[in-house]
């Protein structure tokens, strides 16, 4: 089957996303520093919070993470088909019948079930080649998603050391709260954890490498850091509260660029898109953009505000965002030509619209916002000199 290259797609369709693997690079160098002595796992789940795991992937070990997490099975697998060898951790206990795929593709299991212990046992007896499969036990410490209870975690740890095919690699748990950086429950889920690790040792138990802290953690809770810190959002530049909690030097590495398609100037009065929600004041130039709901724009984000960048200057996005196309207001004035770029998340001229704004705008988050950037959009990997870049770019695609 013919696979086409995504600069060609960008040329079928210009509309695209593009990723700056020096500033994941430099995030995970600097959050490296940040945690040291701290080992950095970066977290490349759900695509690598969209912008494309194996790329980010490379760019995070490159800058210095030692670690890779991922939420599947399939995740591990995709990682390690692109050739990555790094450890790959898998977040949550994988389905049994997964099992055998983990210890095939030589991917770290967490287990905090007696069922997940035992499968993790037979397939690394049966497929392990006589070593024995490294495994992460997951405390819940008052997260209460996944995870065993505190106090059986100590017995769990133990089953994992008395057991031939298996090994102690590692103690973790996940918070809850770390984003709500003066929220006291922080402090309780990691005295928890704390406990956890002490009885292992009283127990004669080693548990291996001890991690607790997300990108929010890792930021504002230094003692969550332990032997190792799991980073998504901060690795791609994004800050991991909504509130103004202070980001040290991380830089954004995605944006999320498309071309005019249309050009149309239209009266006062006139009302716009679905719903005819969005009524002119003034006679304006209207844009219409070939990108939409289909695409991850959240269909609200014209009705809440939304706004785009357009010759360096911000624009409200006009009316309901449909599945492929959306309007954009550019005022009475503006000179506008099909072709011209349009800047939905990044910076354009001295502006610049964040995945944070969107996110604000219609109540989520922008981890959401990232994640939902779909796969029809071709992912474009700049600097086109980096070993890391599959497909070169040269600054957009031409007019259709
Ligand atoms: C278990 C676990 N660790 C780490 C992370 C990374 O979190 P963040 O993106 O906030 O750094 C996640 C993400 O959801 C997670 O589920």
């Known amino acids: 089957m013919k696979v086409m290259d995504p600069c060609r797609r960008?040329?079928?369709?210009?509309a695209w996303i593009q990723v700056d693997l020096d500033a994941v690079r430099h995030n995970a160098s600097h959050l490296c520093s940040l945690a040291n002595p701290a080992l950095l796992c970066a977290v490349v789940k759900a695509?690598?919070?969209?912008?494309?795991?194996?790329?980010?992937?490379?760019?995070?070990?490159?800058?210095?993470?030692?670690?890779?997490?991922v939420a599947l099975v399939e995740e591990g697998i995709r990682l390690r088909d692109d050739g990555i060898d790094a450890p790959v951790l898998l977040l949550s206990e994988p389905p049994e019948e997964a099992m055998n795929a983990v210890v095939e593709y030589g991917l770290t299991p967490t287990i905090y079930s007696?069922?997940?212990?035992?499968?993790?046992?037979?397939?690394?007896?049966?497929?392990?080649?006589?070593?024995?499969?490294?495994?992460?036990?997951?405390?819940?410490?008052?997260?209460?998603r996944v995870g065993a209870p505190v106090g059986e975690a100590s017995d769990l740890a133990s089953a994992v050391v008395a057991d031939p095919h298996l090994a102690m690699h590692g103690l973790f748990t996940h918070l809850a709260v770390a984003d709500r950086v003066s929220d006291p429950y922080t402090d309780l889920q990691l005295d928890r954890f704390d406990a956890a690790a002490?009885?292992?040792?009283?127990?004669?138990?080693?548990?291996?490498?001890?991690?607790a802290g997300n990108s929010a953690a890792t930021l504002w809770h230094p003692r969550s850091r332990y032997s190792m810190v799991r980073c998504g959002i901060a690795l791609y530049g994004l800050n991991p509260a909504?509130?103004?909690?202070?980001?040290p030097d991380?830089?954004?590495?995605?944006?999320?660029?498309?071309?005019?398609?249309?050009?149309?100037?239209?009266?006062?009065?006139e009302s716009l898109s679905y719903g005819l929600r969005y009524r002119l004041e003034r006679d304006s130039v209207i844009a219409t953009v070939p990108i939409g709901y289909a695409d991850g724009v959240p269909r609200a984000l014209g009705a809440c505000g939304g706004e785009v960048l357009v010759g360096g200057r911000r624009c409200r996005v006009a009316g309901t965002v449909t599945m492929d196309q959306l309007l954009v207001d550019c005022g009475p004035d503006a000179s506008v030509s099909r072709g011209d770029e349009v800047v939905l998340i990044g910076a354009q001229g001295e502006e610049y619209v964040g995945a944070e704004e969107w996110a604000s705008r219609v109540g989520t988050i922008s981890y959401e916002i990232v994640c939902a950037l779909s796969g029809r959009l071709p992912r474009i990997y700049l600097p086109t000199s980096d070993a890391n870049a599959e497909h070169s770019a040269t600054g957009g695609p031409a007019v259709p």
Do not use: C
Not at 47 to 69: E, K, N, P
Not at 122 to 138: I, T
Not at 254 to 268: C, E, M
């Open 250 to 269: 991380l830089r954004p590495s995605l944006s999320l660029r498309a071309r005019v398609s249309y050009v149309k100037i239209l009266p006062a009065g």
């Open 47 to 69: 695509d690598g919070y969209g912008h494309g795991a194996t790329q980010v992937a490379r760019a995070a070990l490159a800058g210095g993470a030692s670690w890779l997490a």
């Open 242 to 247: 909504s509130t103004d909690a202070a980001l």
């Open 114 to 144: 007696a069922r997940g212990l035992r499968a993790a046992s037979l397939a690394a007896a049966r497929n392990g080649g006589g070593g024995e499969l490294g495994v992460h036990v997951k405390v819940d410490t008052g997260m209460h």
């Open 10 to 14: 960008r040329d079928l369709r210009p």
């Open 198 to 211: 002490e009885d292992l040792h009283t127990r004669g138990v080693r548990p291996g490498i001890l991690h």
